[in-house]
Structure formats: C-alpha cells, structure tokens
C-alpha cells in the first residue's frame, strides 16, 4: 500500500541522519494532532483568524512530509481572507483530518 506521505523532502534535510529523521517525525505525531483539532475547531466556530494561524502553522510539516492536503491548507488559508461561511471548507477540512488520520497511523507504524 502506497504512503500518505514521502520522507524524500526528511531525508534531505536530514542528510541520512536516522536518528534526525526520528525525532522530526516524533515531534510531527506530538504538534500535528493537537494542531488539527484547534484547526477544525476554528473552522467549525468560524473563527478564521485562529483557523488561519493553524493552518499556516502546519503547512511547513505538510510540505516536509509531502503530504498530499496542501492544496487544501491554502484553500483554507484563502478562506480565512474572506467573507464566504465555512461550509466552503468543509471537504477541504474532512480531507486534512482522513489523510492526515492515515499518516499519523503510518508515521507511528513506520518510526515505533
């Protein structure tokens, strides 16, 4: 079964640094989940400024795990700029917590 997410982007910062790698991915399963609670919350209350400041706080780990909800942290993000209700950004957030449900089980699986 294909990954939700890529290490390529790790494995260059880390420079093959295992132990670097570990720690990154460990610090990830602590910062994210909490992090997309608020986020959903915040969108769920439509409260935009928060939403924006998870959103933006979570796309650089996004990114680095090539993780593929990016397009929809922007979506946010462009959201919280707006006057649109957040049903606009109800799939974009349903998406964010599946795949990002699916790479916290995989990250957990794959640096126990």
Same mark, same amino acid.
């Given at each position: 079964m294909d990954k939700h997410y890529s290490l390529d982007s !790790?494995? $260059? *910062?880390?420079?093959?640094? #295992?132990?670097?790698?570990?720690?990154?991915?460990?610090?990830? !399963?602590? $910062? *994210?989940?909490?992090?997309? #609670?608020?986020l959903t919350s915040a969108i769920v209350d439509d409260n935009k400024e928060l939403a924006y400041q998870f959103a933006h706080k979570m796309k650089?780990?996004?990114?680095?795990?090539?993780?593929?909800?990016?397009?929809?942290?922007?979506t946010i993000e462009t959201w919280t700029k707006g006057s649109k209700n957040n049903g606009v950004v109800a799939e974009n957030i349903e998406t964010i917590n599946s795949v990002l449900k699916a790479v916290f089980t995989e990250l957990k699986s794959d640096f126990s």
């Open positions: !790790l494995k $260059e *910062i880390a420079g093959g640094d #295992e132990d670097f790698m570990a720690i990154v991915a460990q610090t990830f !399963l602590e $910062e *994210i989940p909490p992090d997309l #609670e608020a650089p780990n996004i990114e680095m795990f090539g993780i593929s909800v990016l397009k929809d942290i922007t």
